[in-house]
């Protein structure tokens, strides 16, 4: 893996999903690179993968005919996107479609294409490329635990409820129903 972060051609996929990140969600955007600073703040062992992107995590699929069934991804953050970008030799036309399954989309991705998506929120898969061809994926994405964890001011949950004050308790219940609110508002409607 470590490899693969120093690798030019992964380091470039970082900026773009970075900067197109920034270009159409400016505010998601500055909220993940901010609660990536608090956290390599915090704790200096971490290490960001690349100096580029704002996402904490990416997760490289390379088994050749990489497939992902219905599924959703409820530990990310839920009002936040996670970027896809397929690579490989296939005809997006035939196969490798993305599903949105709550949506009743299905979305032709050509490799080197990036999507973004709230992964939490909404059940994806796609489907089946043809016999002989290849499809790999990279997808970058954060943990919603980090943003808990620096929101709890480096606590877990179950961290800051055993040692939260009354008052903290009842503030951090008050500002769950605003967060959820603020968090619906960096989803842009077009």
């Known amino acids: 893996m470590r490899g693969l972060l120093r690798d030019p051609s992964f380091i470039c996929l970082a900026g773009w999903v970075g900067r197109t990140f920034e270009t159409h969600n400016r505010p998601m955007h500055t909220a993940y690179v901010s609660t990536l600073d608090t956290l390599t703040t915090a704790l200096p062992h971490l290490r960001r993968n690349f100096s580029n992107n704002p996402f904490a995590c990416m997760t490289v699929n390379c088994g050749g005919r990489v497939i992902c069934e219905p599924h959703g991804d409820f530990a990310n953050k839920p009002d936040g996107w996670c970027a896809v970008t397929p690579f490989g030799p296939f005809d997006h036309t035939k196969g490798g479609h993305i599903v949105l399954w709550d949506l009743k989309l299905v979305i032709e991705l050509p490799a ?43 606590r877990t949950d179950e961290e800051f409820w055993a040692t939260a004050s009354e008052e903290e308790k009842e503030k951090w219940i008050e500002d769950r129903e605003r967060r959820w609110h603020e968090g619906l508002k960096y989803f842009p409607i077009v």
């Not at 080197?112 to 002989?132: F, M």
Request: with cysteine.
């Open 112 to 154: 080197g294409c990036t999507i973004y998506l709230p992964s939490a929120l909404i059940i994806h898969s796609n489907i089946r490329i043809r016999k002989g061809e290849r499809r790999y994926s990279v997808t970058h994405y954060s943990a919603g635990g980090l943003f808990r964890w620096v929101y709890n001011g480096g």
